[in-house]
């Protein structure tokens, strides 16, 4: 079985400053993959940071790099140096390699301001 | 380069009548996904297809069937439509099933917004 939590409904930042988007885990596979997904308000899904279970350097991708604790079983995306853009909800998702079975958390909505 | 096409955009049902979502992806892709979304929420897991000729349920299977008629087809049946039925659904397909190509993006179709009245 497979369980994603996202504890932050809202989270705001100002403009140029980090901020730690959470995400815990539940599975029971010995395998997955952890996936962070960005929407903004037109609604597509945007795709940001792949980490491995079995990864032992945390992921980056630019401003993203992705906090992988596994025996906490937790996630969390650091977005660094925020920008107007990133405004939008952010998704955090886990893939079970055994099955395929792909599930999201209900979300985190970001607002950065000036 | 079309990625995956679904059909329609929007719908309108009444409580009780039945619709079919049909997605395609050409990207020879193996697994499929059938995702919906409600207002200010999360993507949830309808059912989901990892290979041509096999379906699994998902997190909110309850009131869907699904076909998945050939490797770029996974078409989702509401058979009787209910209000809480009224979302929006997503189709996705990924590679993730050949074992390699995890550090890749679910592709996305556009979303069928679907209304219940």
């Known amino acids: 079985a497979q369980k994603i939590t996202q504890t932050q409904p809202g989270m705001f930042v100002q403009e140029k400053e980090a901020v730690t988007l959470d995400c815990t885990y539940d599975?029971?596979?010995?395998?997955?993959?952890l996936f962070w997904y960005k929407q903004p308000s037109s609604g597509e899904m945007i795709f940001l940071i792949y980490q491995g279970s079995y990864d032992e350097q945390n992921a980056t991708e630019g401003r993203y790099s992705l906090n992988f604790q596994k025996a906490r079983k937790s996630a969390n995306l650091v977005i660094s140096a925020s920008q107007l853009g990133d405004s939008a909800m952010y998704f955090c998702?886990?893939?079970?390699?055994?099955?395929?079975?792909?599930?999201f958390g209900t979300g985190t909505r970001l607002q950065v301001f000036p | 380069n079309a990625g995956v096409t679904q059909t329609p955009k929007f719908q309108v049902l009444k409580t009780g009548q039945s619709m079919t979502l049909q997605c395609a992806q050409d990207?020879?892709?193996?697994?499929m996904y059938w995702y919906r979304q409600d207002p200010g929420m999360g993507l949830r897991l309808i059912y989901y297809?990892?290979?041509?000729?096999?379906?699994d349920k998902g997190e909110v299977p309850n009131g869907y069937n699904v076909s998945r008629l050939n490797k770029r087809e996974f078409s989702l049946r509401l058979e009787s439509a209910a209000p809480s039925q009224t979302s929006v659904y997503f189709c996705?397909?990924?590679?993730?099933?050949?074992?390699?190509?995890?550090?890749?993006?679910?592709?996305f179709g556009n979303g069928t917004r679907l209304t219940v009245t």
């Open positions: 998702a886990i893939l079970s390699y055994n099955t395929d079975k792909l599930i």
């Open positions: 996705a397909s990924s590679d993730y099933s050949t074992g390699s190509g995890y550090n890749s993006p679910l592709h």
């Open positions: 990207m020879n892709h193996n697994s």
């Open positions: 599975t029971s596979d010995q395998s997955y993959g």
């Open positions: 297809s990892a290979s041509e000729g096999t379906t």
